[in-house]
């Protein structure tokens, strides 16, 4: 069983920057698909940035530039980077490590508030 754990939330003015990071105490860490994913109220959760075993990524359109997803095989982490944040960035972010579909794990979220 692996058990992401998300840090680094907290709440910050628009136009402002944070960076969230997700431990996922994997064996094989670096086979994982890493991925952020949010859920804002109201809203169903949606994709947010992804990282291949490869390190490819993948962006929302509503992030892409402004956000960077990054993994450090090594301790286990993946990181989001988030720049220029707008206020309908305020979500919790959850982090995700997925291997397959019979394997894949979700963290407890870390909350994203951005004020304007």
């Known amino acids: 069983q692996v058990q992401p754990v998300e840090s680094g939330g907290g709440l910050v003015q628009a136009g402002g920057s944070l960076t969230v990071s997700c431990r996922a105490p994997?064996?094989?860490?670096?086979?994982?698909?890493m991925g952020w994913y949010r859920q804002a109220p109201g809203n169903k959760r949606e994709m947010v940035a992804q990282i291949t075993s490869v390190r490819t990524t993948n962006y929302a359109d509503s992030v892409k530039g402004r956000f960077t997803i990054s993994r450090d095989n090594a301790k286990n982490m993946v990181y989001l980077q988030m720049n220029s944040l707008k206020p309908e960035d305020t979500a919790v972010y959850y982090c995700?490590?997925?291997?397959?579909?019979?394997?894949?794990?979700w963290g407890q979220g870390t909350r994203v508030t951005v004020s304007s």
């Open positions: 995700n490590a997925f291997l397959n579909v019979l394997f894949s794990y």
């Open positions: 994997a064996s094989n860490f670096n086979s994982y698909t």
